[in-house]
């Protein structure tokens, strides 16, 4: 899911990261609609790197409630 929009998302089939278990954290550049969205040029990422590098595009708290939510069983 997006951390903004709170979209679904799916890694794209053709990616090294597709995987059983997919990455918790990504970065992406493009997005395919086709049966469902799919992510392409995706990065694994950790969490705390998005405020870091990026804190005009991610607002604080967002990114941890999120975080903390796919935690919580």
Do not use: C
């Not at 799919?38 to 991610?58: G, K």
Request: hydrophobic fraction near 35%; proline fraction near 7%; glycine fraction near 2%.
């Amino acid at each position: 899911r997006t951390i903004r929009d709170d979209h679904e998302l799916h890694i794209h089939p053709t990616s090294v990261l597709y995987a059983e278990k997919p990455p918790r954290w990504v970065v992406y550049n493009e997005v395919i609609q086709t049966a469902k969205y799919y992510m392409r040029d995706v990065t694994a990422v950790e969490s705390a790197w998005l405020l870091e590098l990026a804190p005009h595009f991610y607002q604080q708290g967002t990114v941890r409630n999120r975080h903390k939510a796919q935690t919580v069983p």
